[in-house]
Nanobody
Framework: QVELVESGGGLVQAGGSLRLSCTVS????????MAWFRQAPGKEREDVSCISWNRRITYYAASVQGRFTISRDNAKNTLYLQMNSLKPEDTAMYYCAAEGTTTHSYYSGGWYFGYWGQGTQVTVSS
């Protein structure tokens, strides 16, 4: 069973930065693509960014391209999302996800992500 735990969310002013982390256990992390999704109140979950197991392939949603950077340290079983130049519209619950097909899978960047963390809240004030 894959378990994911996010951290690093918080309240930040527009233009500021945050770094999210996600630790993974229960699965060979290095063999799975990983991703960040987000969901704002009243909106559907949307993909933010994803990264292949060997870090060679990354994908970014147009809304975060050039501002967010995804990375991973397979030795530490940890996924990161560096978020710069944050905007109020980035406010959402951010979820870490691992590649896999389950009853709650979402598609992004060529993979299905079916394992989820509990989320970490990011709030950007104007």
């Amino acid at each position: 069973q894959v378990e994911l735990v996010e951290s690093g969310g918080g309240l930040v002013q527009a233009g500021g930065s945050l770094r999210l982390s996600c630790t993974v256990s229960g699965s060979p992390n290095g063999l799975r693509a990983m991703a960040w999704f987000r969901q704002a109140p009243g909106k559907e979950r949307e993909d933010v960014s994803c990264i292949s197991w060997n870090r060679r392939i990354t994908y970014y949603a147009a809304s975060v391209q050039g501002r967010f950077t995804i990375s991973r340290d397979n030795a530490k079983n940890t996924l990161y999302l560096q978020m710069n130049s944050l905007k109020p519209e980035d406010t959402a619950m951010y979820y870490c996800a691992a590649e896999g097909t389950t009853t709650h899978s979402y598609y992004s960047g060529g993979w299905y992500f079916g394992y989820w963390g509990q989320g970490t809240q990011v709030t950007v004030s104007s």
